[in-house]
């Protein structure tokens, strides 16, 4: 492939990426709460089986008189858009690596957050003082620390090289200056 079509496959290759990152935005992510709602709640009421005669109703388990409802907020829809928008906004990846990426992210991200509800769950059931300050840890500071480690991992196994967004904009920055160079040479010979 030629200079001038590499960098109309780069320029194609950052339409695509964004657009695809604007369309699963819409309509408020429901792509990823349709998709991780039951992938989180079952597995949490099957482990709270376990222990416990538990059962389900919609987004809430069960137990002893005790109901976990499990809001979109405990879903964490928008830390797996944000795996997708950190995989979407670097280039340079081939498409089998990738979905390997976003998957393997999205998979430990889901266990991860299935082992977070079970646990402060379980804590919540027996009346545990740590529940409340626990709660409030994950949600303020553990939640965007297993995201960035999640990501930062990948990055190490897949390898990759680039850098998410700032890649993109160097690369056109550096075409719209080569642009603006040539025309300044025109003007001037």
């Not at 950052?14 to 998709?35: E, G």
């Not at 079952?42 to 005669?53: E, G, I, K």
């Not at 991860?112 to 027996?126: D, G, P, T, W």
Request: glycine share 4%.
């Amino acid at each position: 492939m030629d200079k001038r079509g590499k960098i109309n496959s780069l320029v194609s290759s950052i339409i695509v990426r964004y657009l695809l990152l604007l369309l699963f935005a819409f309509p408020n992510l429901f792509l990823f709460y349709a998709v991780f709602t039951p992938l989180t709640i079952y597995p949490v009421y099957f482990l709270l089986n376990l222990f416990f005669d538990a059962s389900i109703s919609g987004n809430t388990i069960l137990v002893k008189c005790f109901s976990i409802n499990l809001i979109q907020a405990c879903i964490a829809g928008s830390a797996y858009y944000l795996f997708l928008i950190l995989n979407l906004a670097t280039p340079e990846i081939r498409l089998k690596k990738r979905i390997s990426l976003v998957l393997s992210s999205f998979f430990i991200f889901l266990m991860l957050n299935i082992l977070r509800i079970f646990v402060l769950s379980l804590l919540a059931i027996f009346g545990s003082d740590f529940f409340n300050p626990l709660h409030k840890l994950f949600w303020y500071s553990l939640s965007v620390i297993f995201v960035v480690g999640i990501w930062f991992a990948g990055v190490k196994l897949f390898r990759i090289k680039e850098i998410p967004f700032y890649s993109d904009i160097r690369f056109l920055f550096h075409l719209s200056s080569t642009k603006t160079n040539k025309k300044r040479k025109l003007k001037i010979k």
